[in-house]
């Protein structure tokens, strides 16, 4: 038996009333799994499977698995694998992320319950790097992120594709007439070709960088694609690096602080990444009793500038980026911007790590910091009448002629009456209307990745391709456009979103930081009072869970139950 019985196998023992009953028990089932008493006597490594049938982005995991196994037996512990819920993006209703949360809860309970000394998070599809690494550090022990890595192009007649900034470039051009059913059904199968995340700089490469830029994970590994040999490489890598941190009890809270947050944030903005990036910060951090103001956001976008050319903002994938330099090339040239002091799970600092990676980049991918993509970071919060808690717009993938923009409101009152109505030749709508939809928040709605919404086809067919579009929800970090997202407090709380009618002028102003409702106080005072939310009430299990204790976007959408930060949850209880 291991010398230490608060370790290894002996961890958390089941309550039989006998503590040397419990142990020998224990012992004895697992005995039956085919191991040799020497083997448990080792430390044990868990790892956190997230494959599944409805999960195409990680189709590759059994492969990589047996990776960090190796890795983990080589460095003398022994690996259990164990499966916890995955989240496929496309495959889940009404949107995965009314599951992250369940996801992390999952992943923090199994990991804490179940004797192991440290656990390998593998993931990749958007919310599972997320909950994956929420879990973990509410769970408290050692562990390190591995992802799947991003999906290699597609071909099209010569054309490049990439889910799914491509997905929806095509079916924007086909609701525009400009592809035939042939065409767009032939793309269809050229855009998502190979196992892995999608291709572009999307919510799950966002993730994966982050992770990366955290600590969390081993250094330029983020961004190797799916199926390269580097992945499996960094799997095996992966597996020995948690042995060590096991055995040195490296904890997630000794990696991820308040200054390593703030380095993730540098790198969101330098990369351009996914508006849902800074949903799933806030709530990682937010675990760990770290606090993310939208207003440092902005603080921190005035010096950060974006240096990745990658769809959505730029022009090329996420293999190119690998190829470029990865991570490690974008926070070189943002070094100064960073605090290298802070620990990673290599056990070395970020400038340690930074110093050790190759000097040479590809500048047409990476740019250095005299030629950026864009001056300034990626994403701004926007405060104002019409969001006085915050939102969100992607500076980096919007149509700058629309930074100052003036228009009439034409707005669609749930998700079912934008898709009944969106498409209707009798909607009344100009191209320099501004489009509102609402109710479809995270209490409403959970809240989807609605906020693209679409052009409305009697403007598409006129060669429209981008309006002023706000909302409450989320957008897909693979869309592109002037598009306002997580406008807080969202309308179904009685937010001013909800008191927004057809035809109020509203006004954005990116210089000003601002989103507002030009309708004079008295009449908002009259509407308010008519007030009635249109959020459902559930009655039980965990639609009842989630829209009873979900938070608002800038508290990054978690449980106010599981959530570290204090969070003043009075002031987003009008409807519960
Ligand atoms: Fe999984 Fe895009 S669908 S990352």
Same mark, same amino acid.
């Given at each position: 038996?291991?010398?230490?019985?608060?370790?290894?196998?002996?961890?958390?023992?089941?309550?039989?009333?006998?503590?040397?009953?419990?142990?020998?028990?224990?012992?004895?089932?697992?005995?039956?799994?085919?191991?040799?008493?020497?083997?448990?006597?080792?430390?044990?490594?868990? *790892?956190?499977?997230?494959?599944?049938?409805?999960?195409?982005?990680?189709?590759?995991?059994?492969?990589?698995?047996? +990776?960090?196994?190796?890795?983990?037996?080589?460095?003398?512990?022994?690996?259990?694998?164990?499966?916890?819920?995955?989240?496929?993006?496309? =495959? @889940?209703?009404?949107?995965?992320?009314?599951?992250?949360?369940?996801?992390?809860?999952?992943?923090?309970?199994?990991?804490?319950?179940?004797?192991?000394?440290?656990?390998? $998070?593998?993931?990749?599809?958007?919310?599972?790097?997320?909950?994956?690494?929420?879990?973990?550090?509410?769970?408290?022990?050692?562990?390190?992120?591995?992802?799947?890595?991003?999906?290699?192009?597609?071909?099209?007649?010569?054309?490049?594709?990439?889910?799914?900034?491509?997905?929806?470039?095509?079916?924007?051009?086909?609701?525009?007439?400009?592809?035939?059913?042939?065409?767009?059904?032939?793309?269809?199968?050229?855009?998502?070709?190979?196992?892995?995340?999608?291709?572009?700089?999307?919510?799950?490469?966002?993730?994966?960088?982050?992770?990366?830029?955290?600590?969390?994970?081993?250094?330029?590994?983020?961004?190797?694609?799916?199926?390269?040999?580097?992945?499996?490489?960094?799997?095996?890598?992966?597996?020995?690096?948690?042995?060590?941190?096991?055995?040195?009890?490296?904890?997630?809270?000794?990696?991820?602080?308040?200054?390593?947050?703030?380095?993730?944030?540098?790198? &969101?903005?330098? *990369?351009?990444?996914?508006?849902?990036?800074?949903?799933?910060?806030?709530?990682?951090?937010?675990?760990?009793?770290?606090?993310?103001?939208?207003?440092?956001?902005?603080?921190?976008?005035?010096?950060?500038?974006?240096?990745?050319?990658?769809?959505? +903002?730029?022009?090329?994938?996420?293999?190119?980026?690998?190829?470029?330099?990865?991570?490690?090339?974008?926070?070189?040239?943002?070094?100064?911007?960073?605090? $290298?002091?802070?620990?990673?799970?290599?056990?070395?600092?970020?400038?340690?790590?930074?110093?050790?990676?190759?000097?040479? =980049?590809?500048?047409?991918?990476?740019?250095?910091?005299?030629?950026?993509?864009?001056?300034?970071?990626?994403?701004?919060?926007? =405060?104002? +009448?019409?969001?006085?808690?915050?939102?969100?717009?992607?500076?980096?993938?919007?149509?700058?002629?629309?930074?100052?923009?003036?228009?009439?409101?034409?707005?669609?009152?749930?998700?079912?009456?934008?898709?009944?109505?969106?498409?209707?030749?009798? @909607?009344?709508?100009?191209?320099?209307?501004?489009?509102?939809?609402?109710?479809?928040?995270?209490?409403?709605?959970?809240?989807?990745?609605?906020?693209?919404?679409?052009?409305?086809?009697? &403007?598409? @067919?006129?060669?429209?391709?981008?309006?002023?579009?706000?909302?409450?929800?989320?957008?897909?970090?693979?869309?592109?456009?002037?598009?306002?997202?997580?406008?807080?407090?969202?309308?179904?709380?009685?937010?001013? $979103?909800?008191?927004?009618?057809?035809?109020?002028?509203?006004?954005?102003?990116?210089?000003?930081?601002?989103?507002?409702?030009?309708?004079?106080?008295?009449? @908002?005072?009259?509407?308010?009072?008519?007030?009635?939310?249109?959020?459902?009430?559930?009655?039980?299990?965990?639609?009842?869970?989630?829209?009873?204790?979900?938070?608002?976007?800038?508290?990054?959408?978690?449980?106010? =139950?599981?959530?570290?930060?204090?969070?003043?949850?009075?002031?987003?209880?009008?409807?519960?």
């Amino acid at each position: 038996m291991p010398d230490d019985k608060q370790q290894g196998l002996y961890r958390g023992l089941t309550h039989y009333g006998d503590i040397e009953f419990s142990r020998y028990l224990r012992r004895s089932f697992a005995r039956s799994m085919g191991y040799s008493g020497e083997e448990l006597n080792r430390p044990i490594i868990g *790892i956190a499977d997230s494959g599944s049938g409805f999960n195409n982005c990680h189709r590759h995991f059994p492969e990589l698995i047996e +990776s960090v196994k190796r890795g983990v037996l080589a460095a003398g512990a022994l690996p259990i694998t164990f499966p916890t819920i995955s989240l496929g993006e496309p =495959f @889940l209703h009404p949107t995965s992320m009314m599951f992250r949360n369940l996801m992390s809860m999952d992943v923090e309970e199994m990991v804490r319950a179940q004797p192991m000394d440290g656990v390998v $998070l593998v993931g990749g599809c958007d919310k599972t790097v997320p909950a994956q690494l929420m879990g973990a550090f509410s769970a408290g022990r050692p562990a390190i992120q591995l992802v799947g890595g991003p999906m290699m192009t597609g071909r099209y007649e010569g054309e490049r594709l990439g889910a799914c900034t491509d997905c929806r470039r095509h079916w924007s051009n086909f609701r525009g007439g400009d592809l035939s059913v042939t065409q767009i059904e032939e793309i269809e199968g050229q855009l998502a070709t190979t196992a892995g995340t999608c291709a572009v700089m999307g919510t799950a490469s966002t993730m994966a960088c982050i992770a990366e830029a955290l600590g969390m994970m081993l250094p330029k590994s983020a961004t190797i694609p799916a199926v390269h040999a580097d992945r499996l490489r960094a799997a095996e890598a992966t597996g020995r690096q948690a042995v060590w941190l096991a055995q040195q009890k490296l904890t997630p809270d000794q990696i991820v602080t308040e200054k390593s947050v703030e380095n993730a944030l540098r790198v &969101l903005l330098a *990369i351009g990444g996914s508006t849902n990036g800074l949903i799933h910060l806030t709530a990682m951090a937010g675990r760990l009793g770290i606090d993310i103001s939208p207003q440092r956001l902005n603080a921190l976008a005035e010096t950060t500038p974006v240096l990745v050319n990658l769809k959505p +903002s730029g022009t090329h994938y996420m293999e190119d980026f690998h190829a470029a330099g990865g991570l490690p090339a974008v926070m070189k040239q943002i070094k100064d911007l960073l605090h $290298l002091d802070c620990l990673t799970v290599t056990g070395k600092t970020l400038g340690e790590e930074l110093d050790g990676s190759r000097p040479w =980049f590809d500048k047409n991918i990476v740019r250095e910091r005299s030629d950026p993509v864009h001056e300034k970071g990626g994403l701004l919060a926007l =405060f104002g +009448s019409l969001a006085p808690n915050g939102a969100l717009i992607k500076c980096a993938a919007a149509d700058e002629r629309l930074f100052e923009h003036e228009g009439r409101a034409v707005v669609f009152d749930t998700l079912e009456d934008m898709a009944e109505r969106l498409d209707s030749p009798d @909607l009344d709508v100009r191209a320099d209307d501004v489009l509102v939809l609402r109710n479809a928040g995270p209490r409403a709605a959970a809240m989807p990745e609605s906020g693209y919404i679409p052009i409305p086809s009697k &403007l598409a @067919l006129q060669g429209v391709r981008d309006m002023v579009r706000i909302s409450d929800a989320r957008m897909s970090g693979t869309a592109y456009g002037t598009v306002v997202l997580h406008i807080s407090p969202e309308a179904s709380l009685g937010g001013p $979103l909800a008191l927004v009618r057809d035809g109020d002028r509203i006004r954005l102003s990116v210089s000003a930081q601002r989103l507002d409702l030009l309708v004079d106080e008295d009449e @908002l005072a009259r509407r308010r009072a008519q007030f009635e939310s249109k959020a459902q009430k559930p009655s039980r299990g965990y639609e009842w869970l989630y829209q009873k204790h979900v938070l608002q976007a800038e508290h990054g959408c978690d449980f106010d =139950f599981l959530r570290r930060c204090g969070v003043d949850t009075d002031s987003e209880e009008t409807e519960k």
